[in-house]
């Protein structure tokens, strides 16, 4: 049995702003699984029981420490002082799955947090279990020069974004159209709802190339950055170290236009969930996906993070090119998912160097840009191609995010010391 514990905080306010999630994610994950959950409140567990204290950070730097005191400062005294008593059986659990970091992030922020932990708040480092968004954190870590003090057993990597979509898919009722739609009006339907390096990078060069005719493309920088402090990184780092001028030129002229919206209005692209659900209209007249996912670049060493934004092609019955980490289409192989070396040379997976990698898709987006829809049209109207989509939609529906929540259940129960796994 999985016993997540619950008390009240420090502070009655508290909120997202101070760095803790009062609802934790891991209660819909483990509602799945009702049989192997029970919920309790600080006040009605057992000190000789395995129990969970969870907790679920919001924004990094505040939960861990960079500008605030960080999330242990807000749990209350008595849960501080059951954590700290190394015959309590009561473990704290730390849930950051959200948001595409990496460990390196802030000087090593996250790492150094935690360790401090141990260091600062007498917490045993075999107590701290540590959930994080990169599926690959094993391997990462290896590669990282600093170290967690706490055991490599007790950290999971977790894609929990194929099951959000999941719960997006079928709350949402998006059920695709199984029309096939000739002579489509773009070759590729790609949104970018917050502004990023490598997606700066991107408009630019489609810009540059003359190829945004040829998307539906949005461009709608919710969370308001301010270019000049990302212009040197984003230019640069995906140009070999070397600013490309040409292209920073081009996203000068780029964003004098934004914001760039699809089928909505102004007033609705400040609501960011129009931007997730948009109009299936704009899959079926579209060729083809450009997916920018979070997290691409080579400092990363390895890590991988997934966010719905890669599934929703898929339960569209759309083909796509994903600008993610190396080896996320060999990932999404291995779930089952069929990709489309039909369409794309799809050797951009296997290239570790970001710079490489982003501009062979470039390249490789500006060559579908140029193929003939006739071309196309031959292709998608074959069984083979639609079987590939139907597959892919039917195999997004069977594994419903289920696979990495029952490895969420498995790994707690197994270090519950329970008897049985699901």
């Known amino acids: 049995m999985i016993r997540l514990v619950y008390d009240k905080l420090k502070t009655s306010n508290a909120s997202k702003s101070e760095g803790v999630f009062t609802y934790d994610t891991l209660r819909g994950i483990l509602s799945h699984y009702p049989q192997s959950f029970k919920e309790q409140t600080l006040e009605s567990t057992d000190k000789d029981t395995d129990s969970y204290y969870a907790v679920s950070p919001s924004w990094a730097e505040i939960a861990f420490g960079e500008t ?120 590729f339907l790609c949104k970018n709802g917050v502004a990023r390096p490598c997606r700066m990078y991107l408009a630019s060069a489609f810009y540059n190339k003359q190829l945004l005719d040829k998307f539906y493309f949005s461009w709608l920088n919710h969370a308001k950055w301010n270019y000049d402090e990302h212009i040197e990184y984003a230019f640069s780092k995906y140009n070999h170290g070397k600013i490309n001028e040409k292209f920073l030129n081009s996203f000068l002229e780029f964003i004098k236009n934004e914001p760039y919206i699809l089928d909505i209005t102004s007033e609705e692209a400040t609501d960011r969930t129009h931007q997730v659900y948009n109009n299936n209209k704009l899959y079926r007249d579209s060729y083809a996906s450009l997916v920018t996912e979070t997290v691409v670049d080579d400092y990363n060493k390895g890590v991988l993070f997934i966010s719905e934004k890669t599934y929703q092609p898929i339960y569209n019955l759309h083909p796509f090119i994903n600008v993610g980490g190396p080896g996320i289409l060999k990932h999404l192989r291995n779930d089952g998912y069929a990709t489309f070396p039909e369409l794309f040379d799809e050797s951009y997976d296997e290239i570790g160097d970001c710079s490489t990698r982003i501009n062979k898709i470039i390249t490789e987006v500006e060559k579908f840009c140029n193929i003939d829809t006739k071309i196309l049209d031959d292709i998608y109207t074959s069984k083979t191609f639609q079987d590939k989509l139907i597959h892919n939609l039917n195999t997004f529906e069977k594994r419903n995010g289920q696979h990495e929540y029952k490895k969420v259940v498995n790994w707690l129960l197994k270090h519950g010391n329970a008897n049985h796994l699901i």
């Open 68 to 187: 605030s005191p960080g999330f242990i400062e807000h749990i209350s005294l008595e849960a501080l002082i059951r954590l700290q008593d190394p015959q309590d059986r009561l473990k704290l659990l730390i849930n950051f799955v959200w948001e595409g970091f990496d460990l390196n992030f802030k000087s090593h922020l996250l790492i150094n947090y935690i360790n401090s932990l141990v260091s600062n708040y007498s917490i045993d480092g075999k107590k701290i279990f540590f959930i994080f968004g990169d599926i690959n954190v094993k391997r990462t870590l290896e590669l990282t020069d600093v170290k967690f003090n706490i055991p490599d057993s007790n950290i999971l990597g977790l894609n929990l974004f194929e099951g959000v979509a999941s719960w997006d898919f079928i709350s949402q009722n998006l059920s695709p159209s199984l029309e096939v739609t000739l002579n489509k009006k773009k070759k």
